[in-house]
């Protein structure tokens, strides 16, 4: 226990809020991982109280002193975390799923007597990292949790499977993380209703408990109640720091799920700027941070620029290189039905990620490419000047016949009124720019600009 309260008061002289969150982390440090357990059978349940009262209470030769509700609100806090590293331990030694139930109530417990401290005992803003702690082992306790209560067989009441990405899909009953989202909303209301100076705060701590709740309504697959959250900054933005003062990786964090959720809502230039700001702000080693970013931003560039990305921008990330390649490699050719094949291959993975609808439109650009290649193949006329000018009238069978070998292996034949419909559809979506003369049976194509942006 002497280092718990050594660092709790060298925390308090210094007014380092990092250092003092690290005194309620339920995670041992690399160079001294039996802290918890020393600390935990330091003491019983019978003299819990006053050792710790008398460690951060009493203690003599310190700078320290607290009023008396502040003080009591410190040792209530840790009274509450020696409690929740009791059931850590034991849920941790047991080969039983079980026990993380108590170790997700008690806890709790820990959040709530750490949000009574900030509402009623005087807890100051540099101390909100502690906020940051409690909200996040809470997430990760629920999700323990209902993993337990899943594998039990037990229908014991609140989490989330696994620890996998927040976007990706994960249905079940999660009581325990819903429970967790009302504490973590608590949490966030402690921040953004602080009427304090800005410098005495704690709305510095806005960003990172609204990543917190981010994360579990994805998890919860609630994402609407995540614009609720947007809404709320959006109205309190007058009274707030700027938002390139927060740390980057709490506004990294924000910008990638707003550019998530602009994704889902089919706003992919929105998603787009949110993403990029997202990529631009992470740190070069953030690797795993930049897959999950590119994983959204590449979907976005592909319909709103229809840019491919190279292999040099894939290969460092092997899950994305599996997964883009083919589909990019087929959108180049204009291979319609290799981008079927390569979409049903990832069909798993890209529905998993919320992706898959997004990159299905990617069929529209494979299609441009192929009619584009028609068009160069049909070569130049002599003009009315004896210039030589790019063929514009454009046989209606010549992409008949193209689709037709592009679309080599789909059951049935293509049939020239279904290529009609595809070329229509082309025109109607800026793809392609020209008329369909039915009568004489030619596609009759702009002189300049015959296919937007590609040059041609």
Known sequence: MDILFRDFREAQIRGSGPLLASTIKPVAPADNPNQLRAFYYGSNMFSIVSDI????????????????????????????????????????????????????????????????????????????????????????????????????????????????DDVVREFGKNERLEDAARVINRMFTLCISDRAPIEESRKWGLYYTTNLLFKTYFKLNKIGLSKNIILALQAAQTDMPPMDAFPKSHIVTFEYYVGVMSFLDDNYIRAEEHLTDALNLCHKDSHRNKELILTYLIPCHLLTTHTLPSTSLLRPYPRLLKLFTPLSTCIRRGDLSGFDAALAAGEDEMVKRRIYLTLERGRDIALRNLLRKVFLAGGFEEGKDGESIRRTRVPLEEFVAAVRLGSRGEVGRVESDEVECLLANMIYKNLMKGYISREKGFVVLSKSGAFPGTNV
């Open 53 to 164: 009262r008398s460690g951060i209470l009493a203690h003599s030769n310190t700078d320290v002193r607290f009023l008396k509700p502040e003080g009591n609100a410190w040792a209530d806090l840790y009274v509450a975390f020696w409690k929740a590293i009791g059931e850590l331990l034991d849920a941790e030694g047991s080969t039983s799923k079980a026990g993380w139930v108590k170790v997700y109530e008690s806890w709790k417990e820990v959040a709530n007597v750490l949000i009574r401290g900030y509402s009623s005992a005087g807890f100051q803003a540099w101390t909100v990292p502690c906020l940051y702690v409690a909200g996040q082992y809470l997430r990760i306790f629920a999700i323990k949790a209902d993993e337990g209560a899943k594998g039990s067989g037990q229908d014991v009441g609140f989490g989330t499977a696994g620890f996998q």
